[in-house]
């Protein structure tokens, strides 16, 4: 599913982000957008945070069974 996808492409993102700030104290979105408060790195922050609730569900959800090739 493209959403699961863009969810998980998302939360990358913001790990990646947190990863470093954990580690170099350098925050990359704010300072590829202006800034903590910019408008822009604050949509990137809400993007991250929506896609880690999408992903949330990837938890409860039935894998797809696979089909097996003759």
């Given amino acids: 599913m493209i959403m699961d ?3 998980l ?3 990358i993102i913001g790990a990646l982000n947190w990863g470093s ?3 170099f104290g350098f925050d990359f ?3 590829a957008v202006g800034g903590q408060m ?3 790195a604050r949509v990137i ?3 991250v945070a929506l ?3 999408w992903c949330i569900s990837l938890l ?3 894998r797809d069974p696979v089909e097996n090739e003759i």
């Fill in 5 to 7: 996808k863009i969810a």
């Fill in 45 to 47: 922050y809400t993007l």
């Fill in 9 to 11: 492409i998302l939360v």
């Fill in 29 to 31: 979105v704010a300072f």
């Fill in 60 to 62: 409860f959800r039935d």
């Fill in 21 to 23: 700030i954990g580690i």
């Fill in 38 to 40: 910019a408008l822009a």
């Fill in 51 to 53: 896609g880690g609730l």
